[in-house]
């Protein structure tokens, strides 16, 4: 019997300050995918097809052995003896989710994959099972488990024993191998499965007063290189101070009303953020033309956050920068419009042009069959 079914699966917005690779928030830009896959026929075996629009469509690949949410899907079947995609498979992609700006579009196209890879085998995996598939991929658990669930939520990885230790390490070249474009049912070694229950999650509450303003530079910053500016090792008092705002924040952002002060506060980090605004001009690639200034810092953080407060703008409760960055993502109960345009101005004061949206907090990841 031939199939069809849509997989819709939100942005996030990790780390909202101090809770660096800890908490996300899903916010209400989403990638959907609508997925065909014929009846199995006597007909010669045919590759799958890929079409795309939206973000990224200029860049994303649209070979099903190179594309990151196919290859996730690939990964999912040939732990699952499945070796191969189904004859005929479509597939058509449309993403509003901007790649490289700390919106979490790699961690929603891995959880597309998981999805894709579990309605093409028909497998049945259970919520912990797709992210333990999740977390083969994208190794840090605040993104993908928010585009999961849906909501605020926070997550930590199990301790694993010696052998799921080793299972879990295995270079990522090894789960998604670099497939030649004649990779067949024959091609390769099985990869190695995930071990079992390796992210743990809870949804915290969410005052539905609150709306997320995205401020969106219009360059890319690779969260890998955003990654690798960080240090090691870290203060005591620097742990502390974060660890002390994460624990209050996690409950105040769902308090009705919100209390601004103690949000506003609670949002700081000292964990990543000081460290990203360093990046240098050569870890930037430009969609648009960067201003002629090297090194460049993220921009505007520190000028944002310190022209625009509770004080100056009522109903604003937070700023941080948005998962890796470069989007800074403030969080508020009115006044969003003017919050944002006066961001754009700090921005274009630094010549770099930025795009803002609204965003309301989203559901979890969705499967719908579509009747035929
Ligand atoms: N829908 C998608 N389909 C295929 N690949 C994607 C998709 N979304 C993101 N990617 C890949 O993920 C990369 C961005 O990942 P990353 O640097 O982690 O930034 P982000 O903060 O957007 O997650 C893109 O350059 C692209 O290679
Ligand atoms: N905790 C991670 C989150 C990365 O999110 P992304 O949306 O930028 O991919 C980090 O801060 O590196």
């Not at 989403?30 to 097809?49: E, Y």
């Not at 993908?144 to 939520?153: D, H, K, M, R, S």
């Given at each position: 019997?031939?199939?069809?079914?849509?997989?819709?699966?939100?942005?996030?917005?990790?780390?909202?300050g101090?809770?660096f690779?800890?908490?996300?928030?899903?916010?209400?830009l989403?990638?959907?995918?609508?997925?065909?896959?014929?009846?199995?026929?006597?007909?010669?075996?045919?590759?799958?097809?890929i079409?795309?629009?939206?973000?990224?469509?200029d860049?994303?690949?649209?070979?099903?052995?190179?594309?990151?949410?196919t290859?996730?899907?690939?990964?999912?079947?040939?732990?699952?003896?499945?070796?191969?995609?189904?004859?005929?498979?479509?597939?058509?992609?449309?993403?509003?989710?901007?790649?490289?700006?700390?919106?979490?579009?790699?961690?929603?196209a891995?959880?597309?994959?998981?999805?894709?890879?579990?309605?093409?085998?028909?497998?049945?995996?259970?919520?912990?099972?797709?992210?333990d598939?999740?977390?083969m991929?994208?190794?840090?658990?605040?993104n993908?488990?928010?585009?999961?669930?849906?909501?605020?939520?926070g997550?930590?990885?199990?301790?694993?024993?010696e052998?799921?230790?080793?299972?879990?390490?295995?270079?990522?070249?090894?789960?998604?191998?670099?497939?030649?474009p004649?990779?067949?049912?024959?091609?390769?070694?099985?990869?190695?499965?995930?071990?079992?229950?390796?992210g743990?999650?809870?949804?915290?509450?969410?005052?539905?007063?609150?709306?997320?303003?995205?401020?969106?530079?219009?360059?890319?910053?690779?969260?890998?290189?955003?990654?690798?500016?960080?240090?090691?090792?870290y203060?005591?008092k620097?742990?502390?101070?974060?660890?002390?705002?994460?624990?209050?924040?996690?409950?105040?952002?769902a308090?009705?009303?919100?209390?601004p002060?103690?949000?506003?506060?609670?949002m700081?980090?000292?964990?990543?953020?000081?460290?990203?605004?360093?990046?240098?001009?050569?870890?930037?690639?430009?969609?648009?033309?960067?201003?002629?200034?090297?090194?460049?810092?993220?921009?505007?953080?520190?000028?944002?956050?310190?022209s625009?407060?509770?004080?100056?703008?009522?109903?604003?409760?937070?700023?941080c920068?948005?998962?890796?960055?470069p989007?800074?993502?403030?969080?508020?109960?009115?006044?969003?419009?003017?919050?944002?345009?006066?961001?754009?101005?700090?921005?274009?004061s630094?010549?770099?042009?930025?795009?803002?949206?609204?965003l309301?907090?989203a559901?979890?990841?969705?499967?719908?069959?579509?009747?035929?």
């Open positions: 019997m031939s199939r069809q079914f849509t997989i819709k699966v939100p942005a996030t917005s990790a780390n909202i101090p809770g690779d800890v908490v996300g928030l899903s916010v209400s989403h990638l959907t995918l609508t997925v065909s896959i014929p009846a199995p026929s006597g007909q010669p075996h045919s590759a799958p097809s079409t795309y629009t939206g973000e990224g469509a860049e994303v690949p649209l070979d099903a052995y190179k594309n990151l949410t290859r996730v899907s690939l990964y999912v079947l040939r732990c699952n003896n499945i070796r191969s995609f189904p004859s005929g498979l479509k597939i058509h992609a449309h993403n509003e989710i901007p790649f490289g700006r700390g919106l979490g579009s790699s961690g929603a891995v959880i597309a994959g998981v999805l894709l890879g579990n309605e093409i085998g028909q497998l049945n995996l259970s919520t912990e099972r797709i992210l598939f999740a977390l991929v994208e190794r840090h658990p605040d993908v488990t928010a585009a999961l669930i849906g909501g605020f939520v997550s930590y990885l199990r301790e694993l024993d052998a799921d230790t080793a299972a879990a390490s295995v270079p990522l070249s090894e789960v998604l191998p670099e497939y030649p004649d990779a067949g049912e024959d091609w390769g070694l099985d990869p190695p499965p995930p071990p079992s229950g390796i743990h999650y809870i949804r915290f509450g969410w005052s539905e007063s609150i709306k997320a303003i995205a401020i969106i530079p219009r360059f890319e910053l690779s969260t890998a290189k955003a990654r690798e500016v960080l240090p090691l090792q203060s005591r620097d742990l502390v101070f974060n660890l002390q705002r994460l624990a209050v924040l996690t409950t105040a952002l308090q009705n009303p919100p209390d002060d103690l949000i506003y506060e609670a700081k980090d000292r964990i990543h953020q000081p460290y990203r605004k360093t990046l240098v001009l050569a870890l930037i690639s430009p969609v648009s033309p960067l201003p002629a200034k090297s090194p460049i810092q993220i921009p505007g953080l520190p000028e944002v956050t310190s625009i407060t509770p004080a100056t703008h009522p109903g604003l409760l937070g700023i920068l948005s998962g890796a960055g989007t800074i993502l403030a969080l508020a109960t009115s006044n969003f419009d003017k919050v944002a345009e006066d961001a754009r101005s700090i921005f274009k630094e010549n770099i042009e930025v795009d803002w949206k609204v309301n907090i559901g979890g990841s969705e499967v719908t069959q579509i009747q035929i």
